[in-house]
């Protein structure tokens, strides 16, 4: 709804710095205005941005713990140890199982994988896949996505007599769990200067020691067909774009075009319709990774596992069909749970609770991330989404918003949890029912001071910049294009017009039109509430992003919101 947001504008550069990075880097001043609202200042970090490379990542050497498991696995390898991989059901673990066991069996290992059932096994490290790895011979695992709270799993391990590498990222305790070795870049100890990685690039990291311990320290080439994999996991799990994530994820899409993984292909096939069609940052979002999280949310993971190791065209394309089936029934489920779950977050809203936590009978939890997603975007503040079983036991998934962490406010309420997990911006819960009401006090209480949403529903707008005249689209691709990939900590750049009149061609249903004090006429995407009608002398906040339309790379404008003159609050000028 336009009028509800607050606009909250990014400091300019001063006019020299932008001059400046705009003449060293031979870029547009309004890339070097971005660049420097971004973090990056100097010539040579917007080289590094501009141009990212694997040469230019930190050393994998700065992860605590990882000469330890190195060393251990480079070990193994010599002494053609049989090896276990337990990766989590979501992307991040599924790309992470496959990266890690494709590299080891290459360097002849017998490598067992274990995918966990998500509605018999749920989410973490589990005994029972610890114990199945175990009967496979496996006295070693690595567990990737998982670990670092699954205390009674690492307990259970050290007893039985198994030695488990944990690489992950989530948030761990502050008592550690005993593992072997605990790779996680969020453990108070690690000096890592990248703190955000998904569990994928973990392993990617942990791969470059392993070759650094096994005597090939220049493995990296080695190591580039993994990354159409790393980029997937990266924005699956929303990590911001920043430093060697944007590493990644940039090289990861480009060879996407042409990726030598057969599941990926055949994925693109279904979903984009080419097979070697170019992969944006919104089809690896929208397309392929909901498809290659469809098996995990549903049951088990395991087909999306084989369908990414398989090198046969004919598996690969029956796995891609049952997968493509799966995720059609998934969406049917999540449509379904979330028009459910709308009568009980209206009511939150209305009430004014900081956060949004749902529930009800038959919700299958595996959709419950999707659905707390959509309704954490709707209504601007975190959602926690429940099924309700037979025995009491609640579980489920929440999704937060900016600045405000879901594991602080779980942390709150840990009393009331029988198990959870996660980081700022994603988490999975478990709980009694009976728990419930002294759950929802001490976690809305532990958001309450932190949740933006509730005073009065206003929500944030980022705006970049001020423009009086609208550079060419020639202009803007050459700005988006260096830009890209955008997604978090790189957002689509959002941009202010003044004095500007909003309508519609022809018909009400009609394209939104924008018209500039100078005549310029601009059509837009998105919505207005006011179809048909003009509003003279407003200001209009626009958000540029880069679509690709018949293989050619076009700009669109999104109408983010509106501002009739009256309304308009004074702004900084550009």
């Known amino acids: 709804m336009f009028g509800s947001k607050t606009w909250v504008y990014r400091p300019l550069p001063s006019p020299e710095k932008t001059l400046t990075l705009a003449k060293d880097l031979r870029i547009h001043p309004l ?11 100097d010539p040579l970090e917007g080289e590094r941005f501009l141009n990212p490379t694997l040469e230019n990542i930190q050393s994998p050497r700065m992860f605590r713990d990882m000469d330890v498991a190195a060393k251990r696995v480079a070990s193994a390898v010599i002494a053609k140890e049989p090896i276990g991989v337990f990766g989590d059901y979501d992307v991040d673990g599924i790309c992470s199982t496959v990266i890690l066991s494709d590299y080891l069996s290459k360097l002849g290992l017998k490598v067992f994988y274990k995918s966990p059932d998500r509605q018999k096994e749920g989410y973490g490290l589990s005994i029972e896949g610890l114990k199945k790895l175990k009967g496979h011979g496996a006295r070693l695992v690595v567990a990737c996505d998982c670990g670092s709270r699954d205390h009674k799993a690492l307990e259970y391990a050290k007893d039985a007599g198994l030695e488990v590498i944990v690489l992950d990222h989530h948030e761990p305790p ?25 569990s994928a690039a973990v392993v990617f990291y942990f791969l470059m020691a392993l070759g650094e311990s096994l005597g090939n320290p220049s493995n990296l080439p080695g190591l580039d067909g993994y990354l159409e994999l790393v980029a997937l996991a990266t924005l699956a799990d929303r990590a911001p774009l920043v430093m060697d994530n944007r590493v990644f994820v940039k090289l990861g899409l480009e060879r996407l075009v042409s990726s030598e993984w057969i599941g990926l292909t055949e994925l693109k096939r279904l979903g984009l319709g080419n097979p070697f069609a170019p992969v944006s940052e919104k089809d690896a979002n929208f397309v392929l990774i909901p498809r290659l999280n469809a098996s995990g949310r549903m049951a088990t993971a395991r087909n999306t596992v084989r369908l990414l190791l398989s090198r046969s065209l004919k598996e690969a394309r029956e796995l891609a069909g049952e997968i493509e089936a799966i995720n059609a ?43 707390a997603a959509k309704l954490a975007e709707r209504f601007h503040r975190p959602a926690i989404v429940l099924e309700r079983l037979e025995d009491g036991t609640l579980k489920g998934s ?33 709980l009694h029912e009976r728990q419930l009401p002294c759950f929802l006090k001490a976690f ?21 910049v001020t423009l009086k005249h609208v550079p060419s689209e020639d202009d803007w691709l050459g ?43 601009l059509d837009l995407q998105g919505k207005w509430g006011e179809n048909g009608k003009t509003v003279h002398l407003g200001n209009a906040v626009l958000e540029a992003r880069l679509v690709r339309k018949r293989r050619l790379r076009q700009v669109e404008f999104f109408l983010k919101d509106f501002r009739p003159s009256l309304e308009a609050d004074g702004v900084p000028s550009s």
């Not at 890339?31 to 200042?41: E, K, N, P």
């Not at 028009?339 to 038959?362: H, N």
């Not at 405000?404 to 478990?430: D, N, P, Q």
């Not at 209480?445 to 970049?464: E, H, T």
Request: charged share 20%.
């Open 398 to 430: 929440g999704r937060s918003v900016p600045g405000i962490s879901l594991l602080e406010g779980l942390e709150h309420a840990k009393l009331y949890l029988e198990r959870f997990g996660g980081h700022k911006s994603a988490c999975g819960v478990s």
């Open 174 to 198: 502050d008592a550690l769990p005993p593992a072997f070795a605990l790779i996680n870049p969020k453990r108070k100890d690690c000096p890592s200067v990248q703190k955000d990685p998904c």
């Open 444 to 464: 809305m209480s532990g958001l309450a001071s932190k949740a933006n949403a509730p005073g009065g529903g206003m929500v944030p707008l980022l705006v970049d």
């Open 31 to 41: 890339l070097a205005i971005f660049l420097v609202q971004r973090g990056v200042s």
């Open 329 to 371: 029934d998934r969406r049917r489920l999540q449509n379904g749970i979330l028009e459910e779950s709308m009568e009980q977050a209206l009511l939150l809203v209305e009430q004014g609770a900081p956060a949004i936590v749902v529930s009800g009978r038959g919700w299958h939890h595996g959709v419950a991330g999707i659905v």
């Open 479 to 521: 700005i988006l294009g260096p830009l890209s990939p955008f997604g978090e900590a790189n957002p689509y750049p959002r941009v202010l017009l003044q004095a500007v009149s909003l309508g519609q061609t022809k018909t009400r249903s009609g394209p939104l039109v924008l018209t500039l004090e100078d005549g310029t006429r």
